[in-house]
């Protein structure tokens, strides 16, 4: 009798591990296949296959939410990336704080975001004024300046009934305020590549004539 008992303690040491190593397994292929290494976000991965199953659900107020992070460029150029990363990281945990109550948030690329929301417009509204107010505070270690450009579409506008119209729609209002952010700021990226322009044009010149 007290072999069996062993054996079958043994036995159920031996499955409670296995079950366990299991889930840490799934639980690590979850972390990396879904989750961005940097913010910890959802990644685009997840944000495409989130948006492939919401094809089909209907009847639900939603708002697709398109964001960008402002001047991340400059502060790269100006102050390095460990600032940038800061900027990034940190515009996450902002965002997450306004929306993420209302559903997941997504880093789609290097300096945007993507949220998708089950709310209503007054209460998108509000988590919007909500992240305005947090931008406008927050300090960091190496920049004291954090933006971000929002961008909605709501459910009520889909006219189409195509999910992927509103994240178009949604697009196009984020880079519509992200023009009027540089435009308000004196920063219009334009300008800046026109200028860039100018002085290569302006140094041939003068290699030429020294030539």
């Known amino acids: 009798v007290f072999y069996i008992c062993a054996i079958l303690f043994t036995v159920v ?9 299991k889930n840490q397994k799934e639980k690590l292929y979850f972390k990396f296949a879904y989750k961005d290494s940097l913010t910890g976000a959802f990644n685009r991965r997840a944000y495409e296959e989130d948006v492939m199953a919401f094809e ?10 398109s964001m960008d992070l402002n001047g991340l460029k400059k502060v790269n150029d100006d102050l390095g990336h460990l600032a940038g990363d800061e ?28 949220a998708f929301l089950k ?29 971000v450009s929002v961008g909605a579409a709501f459910s009520t506008e889909a006219e189409t009934g195509v999910l992927m119209d509103l994240w178009k729609l949604a697009d196009k209002r984020m880079y519509d305020a992200k023009s009027e952010h540089y435009r308000k700021s004196g920063m219009d990226r334009r300008g800046q590549n026109d200028a860039h322009k100018t002085l290569c044009s302006m140094y041939t010149k003068i290699l030429k004539i020294n030539l």
């Open 119 to 147: 709310t209503d417009e007054e209460t998108f509204g509000n988590a919007k004024l909500k992240l305005d107010e947090l931008c406008k505070a927050w300090k960091g270690t190496y920049s004291n300046d954090l933006c």
């Open 13 to 21: 040491l031996v499955a409670v591990e296995i079950f366990i190593s």
């Open 56 to 65: 089909n659900q209907k009847n639900q107020k939603y708002v697709c939410v």
């Open 87 to 114: 900027l990034i990281k940190n515009a996450y945990i902002l965002i997450a704080e306004a929306f993420g109550k209302y559903g997941k948030i997504y880093r789609t690329g290097g300096d945007e975001y993507s």
